[in-house]
């Protein structure tokens, strides 16, 4: 199986833009603070797409990215908090349903 993570990356970041109403310049800060985790993620989805990490593992882990990208996003200091969680949440979303599809 493979997996482009250059594709998975695009996505996540389309999604956390589309999620929120933001100026240029706040989409453009959220799209480099998730292609700033690209590394990690290819990591996650590569244990994940050979086994090597467990559903369950794989979910805790996305935890840990949400957590990373708040504390990368907090200082855009995006006016609604809930914005930037919706904006997380939309990425880590395609993140999820891209492995998903990967491994099915």
Do not use: W, Y
Request: net charge negative; proline share 3%; aromatic share 0%.
């Amino acid at each position: 199986m493979s997996i482009d993570i250059d594709a998975i990356i695009k996505a996540m970041a389309s999604a956390a833009v589309k999620a929120i109403d933001a100026s240029p310049e706040i989409k453009k800060s959220i799209t480099q603070a998730i292609e700033s985790r690209k590394e990690s993620i290819a990591e996650l989805t590569a244990a994940r797409a050979n086994g090597s990490l467990s559903p369950e593992e794989f979910e805790v882990e996305m935890e840990r990215e949400k957590a990373v990208l708040e504390c990368e996003l907090v200082g855009l200091e995006i006016p609604l908090k809930s914005s930037m969680q919706r904006a997380i949440h939309a990425a880590i979303e395609a993140l999820t349903n891209s492995v998903s599809q990967a491994n099915k």
